[in-house]
């Protein structure tokens, strides 16, 4: 199956600064990947996902690149801002066919816009 | 408006004691999935459903049952709650399987004592 592995669990920034989390992934097979945002007492929400047929895709002030060969792809969030502040989980989605599809979530990284 | 409902959102139990955490989506999903969070453990899935009738087990399914008889309807059944199983529940649904936005529900806090 898949094993996707998320870096830092926490991180503390500066508001106005640059955030980048970054998450691997193990089978080379997967083809999606998204971006949840989960803010304190709320189920997760998506912002940003991508396929793996590009390498890069932004939404505003929020951007995910892809480097498949390495396996790895990154959550970068410029100019942030206290509304920032969350739990953000990357996850891939390995389809296995015959019915049996799968997302795949990283442990979690908190992210602290320090004002 | 589009959502994804859970009930009860808190629960506290015994162990031992049946219980059934209600999911309901109106966005005439296919895709249905449960997740229990825990701390440092990330969101793991325990079952999902591909559409009505068609269940399967995700990463972490012992103790647990769910069910599929109507398509907007995702119930997670505990037959015998442990402590162990002291979490916090997610459902989820999207269009098609996961390779489309989940869209999450507001999560049950589950108290097994």
């Known amino acids: 199956g898949e094993n996707v592995e998320q870096h830092p669990s926490t991180l503390s920034v500066q508001e106005g600064d640059s955030a980048v989390i970054k998450c691997t992934y193990s089978?080379?097979?997967?083809?999606?990947f998204p971006w949840y945002k989960q803010e304190l007492g709320k189920g997760p929400q998506l912002i940003i996902d991508?396929?793996?047929?590009?390498g890069e895709k932004k939404d505003q002030r929020i951007a995910v690149t892809l480097n498949k060969t390495a396996k790895h792809f990154s959550l970068h969030i410029t100019e942030t801002q206290p509304e920032d502040s969350a739990v953000y989980f990357c996850?891939?989605?390995?389809?296995?066919?015959?019915?049996?599809?799968?997302?795949?979530f990283g442990k979690g990284t908190h992210l602290i816009i320090q004002p | 408006e589009a959502q994804v409902t859970q009930n009860p959102r808190y629960l506290i139990t015994v162990t031992g004691k049946k219980l059934t955490v209600t999911c309901s989506q109106n966005?005439?999903?296919?895709?249905m999935s449960w997740y229990r969070q825990d701390p440092g453990l990330g969101l793991r899935q325990i079952y999902y459903s591909m559409n009505v009738e068609v269940t399967d087990k995700g990463d972490v399914p012992e103790g647990y049952k769910v069910s599929r008889k109507e398509k907007r309807n995702f119930p997670l059944i505990l037959e015998s709650p442990s402590p162990n199983q002291t979490s916090l529940y997610f459902c989820?649904?999207?269009?098609?399987?996961?390779?489309?936005?989940?869209?999450f529900g507001p999560g049950t806090r589950l108290l097994v004592l």
């Open positions: 989820a649904s999207s269009l098609s399987p996961p390779g489309e936005t989940q869209y």
């Open positions: 996850a891939a989605h390995l389809s296995m066919g015959g019915g049996a599809d799968g997302l795949t």
């Open positions: 966005m005439n999903h296919e895709y």
């Open positions: 991508i396929r793996s047929n590009v």
């Open positions: 089978d080379s097979a997967s083809n999606y």
